[in-house]
T-cell receptor
């Protein structure tokens, strides 16, 4: 149980285009989803927290108009990188939490590698 | 901001040896978690230790937590080549809304 999927696993796009990444909880309802960004050989940096049915909360320094997050259902959150540029190239990982969650455990997706040319 | 620092940054050992990784953090926490990441893949949750716990075991893993020193260690006993991966600690800050702050990670290489 507790499987989280991401789609696509890899995406290459041209500079200036927008890219949508999906995060799905496959066998549980995720009241909260988190989006992280990871540069090569670096740690994960939290970008935003997404609660179903409400606006996402962004971490300091993350542009909300650049990284649009939609958590429209209890099993799906999407991250759209708008007007992507080469510096947006990164590994994007989502995680999901259910409620109740006595161990406060987050379940991570396999990640999406974005390359902007 | 990144609050977790891990050392060593990289560790190379022989199969069968034990591997110890350390994590330090700066604020009060609800719990500390350890994750494993194979190259270019997602994270796998290994173990969670609560702030009122001092030691926890899971298979070949042993985690300790010293809240007075704000540090934790992960010990992998009898390592295997398949343990080769990056290991991250992550802290859930007290009053932090369940958000996790990840450490800088330790790259472990287990050689045959």
């Amino acid at each position: 149980g507790a499987v989280v999927s991401q789609h696509p696993s890899r995406v290459i796009c041209k500079s200036g285009t927008s890219v949508k990444i999906e995060c799905r909880s496959l066998d549980f309802q995720a009241t909260t989803m988190f989006w992280y960004r990871q540069f090569p050989k670096k740690s994960l940096m939290l970008m935003a927290t997404s609660n179903e049915g409400s606006k996402a909360t962004y971490e300091q320094g993350v542009e909300k108009d650049k990284f649009l997050i939609n958590h429209a259902s209890l099993t799906l959150s999407t991250l759209t990188v708008t007007s992507a540029h080469p510096e947006d190239s990164s590994f994007y990982i989502c995680s999901a939490k259910s409620h109740p969650n006595p161990y406060n455990e987050q379940f991570f997706g396999p990640g999406t590698r974005l390359t902007v040319l | 901001s990144q609050q977790g620092e891990e050392d060593p940054q990289a560790l190379s050992i022989q199969e069968g040896e034990n591997a110890t990784m350390n994590c330090s953090y700066k604020t009060s926490i609800n719990n500390l978690q350890w994750y494993r990441q194979n190259s270019g893949r997602g994270l796998v949750h290994l173990i969670l230790i609560r702030s009122n716990e001092r030691e926890k075991h899971s298979g070949r893993l042993r985690v300790t937590l010293d809240t007075s020193k704000k540090s934790s260690s992960l010990l992998i006993t009898a390592s295997r080549a398949a343990d080769t991966a990056s290991y991250f600690c992550a802290t859930e800050r007290a009053g932090g809304g369940n958000k996790l702050t990840f450490g800088t990670g330790t790259q472990l290489k287990v050689e045959l």
